[in-house]
Structure formats: structure tokens, C-alpha cells
């Protein structure tokens, strides 16, 4: 059974189940457990950070209760709390995985850019105060597309040490106050928008010129990139198996 | 001394002060007074109510502190909870009434047309089930702009017998699974765009036809329009005084 899971995830540790706090996972093994008097342990596609929202996650789970596939999404969305909503459930054959599949995924990061904070959308998106350059972003963001070791950009964890990865696409926008990065690949390393994005504020701001950019992604180190960028700006959009 | 005032009104009993619950007036009357060293009473002028929310409320005080005027908008926010933040601080004449100046407001709507709920939106876009055809909410919506007595359209309050209002603008328009009121007028009666917006869940929903909006205008009887819409999908957008 795959789950395309939607949620805020400002009032949650985070997707993966952890000694403290409540969980995105926790939620869902929960409730479903209720749902479909067993006991269930879903898989999910992407382990997001505390605070970090989603669209589209994907978790993956088997059961033995007969309720018709398309239904559990409905029926679950009755015991979840209001932040977590399922979107769809649709059957996949016993060998998926969720993350060991083929796949690619969009990322957004919205960046609220005034000198005052907007409630209505300071959930979704990072608050900064000092003038960003947008076209200077786009312009800098441009050399991330292709295949590329991402080490600068990336919390290295010991247990994944491989660094390449493929960025199809990226973009950067601005609406009014808002600024959105949308960017589409084939995985994402551990914090990877979040410093992308860091170090696009980085350029927006003028701290260091668009070019730059290039030369910190050939570096291959982490220390030359700019900060993690809050987490509240961040949303998993989408995943799709190919 | 004139505040823009925007706020999230999800977890506030509305703007103004209560016996039980939090509200706008309160949270704003106590970190001004905290602020300025001495006691404030703010004058809103839109008493939206709980669960509302405001990109642009106005709240006007007197004040003989003298801090820079322009300060107090950021200096406030220090105090504030994040959910409520002032967007402007600027002198006005000691006779400006926040309520009684000719004016225009903009209020918004917003109704998220899915099967299944989406977390990220639910905050501020009333959740609807069924499929609603906005060109025929559009098309009863028009029959609104003028100035009628909207006497269908208000909860109606004794010491408020006048319910004629001049609405400058209506639109009703789709972007993927979010519809999108909003209304410009002279004023607003009571409840009066949550009792449009749910007349128009019944146009887009197919209960009755576009044409029967002016019937119910025409009739100036609460009893025909639609029940009043829940109170997150609005948001007062804009209060411009002339």
C-alpha cells in the first residue's frame, strides 16, 4: 500500500520516530494501526526535519485488512489530526521501495522578503529582512543543474558517503514579498536545499557575487557554503517513481 | 497614531476583548502599554471575528511616549506573539476615526475545492468537498456590485438598522484546487461576505441556479441566503481611508 502524505510539519520533530517529541511516522503508524486493527509500520520515501512541511511524502506499508485500497485515505484522514492529511492511497507491488526505487523529487523553499513578518504566511516560509536580488539567485542557482558531487551542500553522514547526485531542474522566483526556489532531482542529500538555499541568500544579499556559486560547488566543501537555512521555509512537493 | 495591523486569528476569540479567550484588542492594548510605559486602549477598525484573519486591520491609539513613530510598528513586534504583527505605524490627525472616515475595504475569501483536505492551506481556506463551479459563482456574484440594501446578507444586529452598502468589486476566480472571493465596498454588514460566500457554495455547488442570487438580494431576507460560511477562510486584506 503506498500513502501520499500532505502535512505542516511546524508542531512535529520531524518524519522519523524519535525517543522525544511526536512525529509525522509516529502519527501515521498510529492511527492506521487503529484504522486497520493491526499493527502497521510504514516506510516513508523522505525522513524530513523538524519543522519541515510536506505535499507529497510517500509512505509505503503492507496489511492484511481487506478495506478497499482507495478508501484507507479517507478513512485514516478521520483519526489524524488536522495537520497531517493522507491525499491518495493506491496498491504497489511487494517489492517497492520507497527509497531505493527510481524517482525524482521537488523541493520547495519560500522566503518571506520584507522588513516585517506576514503571520498569514510565516508558517510556510522564512522570514528575511534586508533586500534580496532574485535575479542574482536564478543566476547563481543555474550552475547547480546537471550531475554533480554536492558535498558543499550537504551534512555529511558517515553512512552516505556518495555525494553525487542530479539536479534536473531549478528555478527561482519572486511574487510581491515572496520568494520561491522550486528544484527537481533525482535525490537530495541530508539538509541539501536547506544550505542551497543558505547560501542563495547568501548571493541574494550580496554578500558574496552569483559566480561564486560555482567554485563553492567545485570545492566539494562543506565550510565555504553559506548557513542551513531554516527549516519552516522548506516543502517537499512532490515524488514521483519512474 | 495609526497601526496596520495583520494577524493569524486561528487561536484568537477575534478582535475585540472577551470575557474568556484571547483577542487582537487585548494582545495589542498589553504589549503597547508594555511598549510605551503607559496604558493603551487601541480603536480597531474592523472587529473581525474568531478565527478571521487580517493582512491589514487598522488600530488607532493616542499615546504621549515619544519614540520615533515609524519605530513602534518594529518595536512592538518584540513583544508580540508571532501570530499577530504590525505592518505600519504612521500619524494621523487627533480626529481620525478608524471606523467612521469614508473608506474601503478588501476582504478575501478563499474555499480549498478538494476531496481531501490540504494541511498547508487549511489555516486560512475553508475545506469543500464537493466540486464547485466558479464561473456560475462568478456569474451570481456580479448581480452583488452596486449599492442594494443587503439586509439577505447580514446577521443582523438592532443597533445597526442600515443595511444598504456600495460593493465596488466582486471576482470569483480558480487557481488549481483554490477558489478565491474578494470584495471591495464601502463597508460590510455583519457576516455579510461569509453569508455571500456561503450563498455562493450553493450556486457553485448546483443547489440553485446563478439568476436566484438577485431574487435573494431583491428579498432582503436573511432566511433565503446561504448558512454563514466558516470564519478561516476569510482574511480582511485591505482598509484604504479616502
Known amino acids: 500500500m503506498k500513502l501520499t502524505v500532505a502535512y505542516d510539519g511546524t508542531n512535529y520533530h520531524g518524519w522519523q520516530i524519535q525517543p522525544e517529541g511526536d512525529t509525522i511516522e509516529e502519527e501515521l503508524n498510529k492511527n492506521l494501526s487503529k484504522l486497520l486493527k493491526e499493527e502497521i509500520h510504514v516506510l516513508g520515501a523522505s525522513r524530513t ?22 478508501k484507507i485515505a ?5 483519526y489524524l489530526p488536522w495537520d497531517i492529511r493522507v491525499q491518495s492511497s493506491v496498491e504497489v507491488p ?18 518571506w522578503n520584507r522588513p516585517i513578518p506576514n503571520p ?5 516560509a522564512t522570514f528575511y529582512y534586508y533586500d534580496l536580488d532574485e535575479r542574482k539567485m536564478a543566476e547563481a542557482a543555474e550552475c547547480l543543474v546537471g550531475r554533480h558531487d554536492f558535498s558543499s551542500f550537504c551534512t555529511a553522514k558517515p553512512e552516505r558517503p556518495n ?39 547568501w548571493v541574494g544579499g550580496g554578500k558574496i557575487p552569483p559566480g561564486e556559486m560555482r567554485a563553492i560547488l ?7 557554503a553559506g548557513d542551513t537555512a531554516r527549516p519552516e521555509g522548506l516543502t517537499l512537493v512532490e515524488i514521483e517513481y519512474l
Not at 101 to 108: D, E
Not at 218 to 223: G, I, Y
Request: charged share 25%.
Open 49 to 70: 526535519d523538524a519543522g519541515v512541511h510536506a505535499l507529497g511524502n510517500v509512505a509505503v506499508f503492507d496489511t492484511s485488512h481487506r478495506m478497499p485500497i482507495e
Open 74 to 78: 479517507f478513512a485514516v484522514n478521520t
Open 94 to 111: 511487494p517489492d517497492f521501495h520507497p527509497r531505493f526505487c527510481r524517482l525524482r523529487k521537488t523541493y520547495r523553499y519560500q522566503i
Open 120 to 124: 498569514l504566511v510565516s508558517r510556510y
Open 163 to 201: 555525494h553525487v547526485r542530479t539536479l534536473e531542474k531549478v528555478s527561482v522566483k519572486r511574487e510581491g514579498d515572496m520568494i520561491t526556489l522550486e528544484l527537481t532531482g533525482d535525490g537530495f542529500l541530508y539538509n541539501m536545499v536547506r544550505i542551497i538555499a543558505g547560501t542563495l541568500l
Open 218 to 224: 567545485e570545492a566539494k566543501d562543506r565550510s565555504l
